[in-house]
């Protein structure tokens, strides 16, 4: 606390990221990393790119939203990239969400969405998933400003069908519907097939997951002119330059190279059913999943001390102390390796 703060910087309840510590050995399960490294291409566009440092990165990001509309058959300009995925649903609170009537997002969801409401003072009510974890999307039929929603959803791993995101989009004409996708890639269907039917919905997307690039600090949202432009406007009145030229190279080379691509969010999807088996056989609940993560509880065990242990063990995993998620763990799909460690230590503690 200072007297020399703003009078909102008191008010606020920041963010509180997945612990990225140096332990020796460490099998990291927390922050839904991939456990593969990004495709060779981005080194070397990188290398590339060097020389170019002592000049200012193309504001725009031109090249980079042009794989980005390629990849996902739209035009260049219904594409804005920020730096994280995090920065594009950053202007997008502040952009799109900021209304009278309250934000809808589910109770169960990514917990930064309550931090940027507090930031830009944006009133919400969350919408409780289901006994199954699932977002009904009935239950956002009600008075609102706007709607967002991770789908798949994290941390529960759940996807809707593509049909129940048309429904939600159809019954809300007059509000903006945000699909936060960064799991998509690994067993979600796109809402991007619906982007050119309905000008209120956006759909965002990241390079850290599918990608490997959780480092470089990409993401992209999708959507027709009049919501891309109030990202742009935005985005030029607090940083015309929130991609470095490193990143820009980076992530095109990489959104270019379909066939890493393939390789290896198959593998992340092979290795989240072999794990899956491996926690069912030791008696916990896995919600079923379409992420690179799974969201599991065991009956006989409380969640925080599960985490304790296996972090004494040097295996991290992700525990939520609220009360509807306090059960369970979250854990990234690591390597078949890092799988079986994991396997593994939790048999001698729960033995
Ligand atoms: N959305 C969801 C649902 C996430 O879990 C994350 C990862 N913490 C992000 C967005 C942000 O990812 P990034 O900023 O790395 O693109």
Same mark, same amino acid.
């Given at each position: 606390?200072?007297?020399?703060? $703003?009078?909102?910087?008191?008010? &606020?309840?920041?963010?509180? !990221?997945?612990?990225?510590?140096?332990?020796?050995?460490?099998?990291?399960?927390?922050?839904?990393?991939?456990?593969?490294?990004? $495709?060779?291409?981005?080194? #070397?566009?990188? *290398?590339?790119?060097?020389?170019?440092?002592?000049?200012?990165?193309?504001?725009? $990001?031109?090249? &980079?939203?042009?794989?980005?509309?390629?990849?996902?058959?739209?035009?260049?300009?219904?594409?804005?990239?920020?730096?994280?995925?995090?920065?594009? /649903?950053?202007?997008?609170?502040?952009?799109?969400? $900021?209304?009278?009537?309250?934000?809808?997002?589910?109770?169960?969801? %990514? +917990?930064?969405?309550?931090? %940027?409401?507090?930031?830009?003072?944006? @009133?919400?009510?969350? =919408? !409780?998933?289901?006994?199954?974890?699932?977002?009904?999307?009935?239950?956002?039929?009600?008075?609102?400003?706007?709607?967002?929603?991770?789908?798949?959803?994290?941390?529960?791993?759940?996807?809707?069908?593509?049909?129940?995101?048309?429904? &939600?989009?159809?019954?809300?004409?007059?509000?903006?519907?945000?699909?936060?996708?960064? %799991?998509?890639?690994?067993?979600?269907?796109?809402?991007?097939?619906?982007?050119?039917?309905? !000008?209120?919905?956006?759909?965002?997307?990241?390079?850290?997951?599918?990608?490997?690039?959780?480092?470089?600090? =990409?993401?992209?949202?999708?959507?027709?002119?009049?919501?891309?432009?109030?990202? #742009?406007?935005?985005?030029?009145?607090?940083? +015309?330059?929130?991609?470095?030229?490193?990143?820009?190279?980076?992530?095109?080379?990489?959104?270019?190279?379909? @066939?890493?691509?393939?390789?290896?969010?198959?593998?992340? =999807?092979? +290795?989240?059913?072999?794990?899956?088996?491996?926690?069912?056989?030791?008696?916990?609940?896995?919600?079923? +999943? *379409? @992420?690179?993560? =799974?969201?599991?509880?065991? !009956?006989?065990? #409380?969640?925080?001390?599960?985490?304790?242990?296996?972090? #004494?063990?040097?295996?991290?995993?992700?525990?939520?102390?609220?009360?509807?998620?306090?059960? %369970? &763990?979250?854990?990234?799909?690591?390597?078949?390796?890092?799988?079986?460690?994991?396997?593994?230590?939790?048999?001698?503690? /729960?033995?």
């Amino acid at each position: 606390m200072s007297r020399f703060w $703003s009078p909102i910087v008191h008010t &606020l309840t920041p963010y509180v !990221p997945g612990e990225q510590p140096r332990i020796a050995g460490l099998v990291k399960l927390n922050t839904n990393e991939n456990p593969y490294p990004p $495709s060779p291409r981005v080194a #070397e566009a990188i *290398a590339a790119e060097m020389d170019n440092l002592r000049l200012y990165p193309d504001s725009v $990001s031109w090249d &980079l939203r042009e794989a980005i509309a390629e990849h996902h058959g739209v035009a260049v300009e219904q594409v804005f990239a920020g730096n994280g995925s995090d920065e594009v /649903l950053a202007h997008t609170f502040r952009a799109l969400l $900021s209304h009278d009537a309250p934000l809808l997002f589910p109770d169960i969801t %990514y +917990s930064f969405y309550p931090v %940027y409401c507090g930031l830009f003072g944006i @009133a919400y009510e969350a =919408v !409780p998933v289901d006994e199954a974890m699932a977002v009904r999307v009935e239950d956002y039929r009600r008075p609102c400003g706007a709607i967002i929603l991770p789908n798949p959803n994290a941390p529960t791993g759940r996807a809707l069908p593509l049909s129940d995101i048309e429904r &939600l989009v159809c019954s809300h004409p007059d509000q903006v519907v945000v699909i936060d996708e960064a %799991y998509v890639d690994f067993g979600g269907e796109s809402a991007v097939a619906l982007v050119d039917r309905f !000008p209120n919905l956006l759909v965002i997307q990241t390079f850290s997951k599918s990608r490997g690039l959780a480092g470089l600090r =990409v993401g992209f949202a999708i959507g027709q002119r009049p919501l891309i432009e109030a990202l #742009e406007r935005v985005k030029d009145s607090f940083n +015309s330059y929130p991609l470095d030229r490193l990143a820009i190279a980076g992530a095109t080379a990489a959104m270019k190279d379909k @066939a890493w691509f393939e390789e290896t969010r198959g593998r992340i =999807v092979a +290795s989240r059913a072999r794990l899956t088996a491996g926690l069912q056989a030791l008696g916990f609940e896995v919600v079923p +999943s *379409a @992420a690179n993560f =799974v969201f599991a509880r065991h !009956p006989a065990r #409380e969640g925080l001390a599960l985490a304790q242990a296996l972090r #004494e063990k040097a295996v991290l995993v992700r525990h939520f102390n609220k009360p509807r998620t306090t059960d %369970y &763990l979250r854990i990234s799909i690591g390597t078949d390796a890092e799988c079986d460690r994991l396997i593994a230590v939790l048999k001698e503690i /729960l033995a």
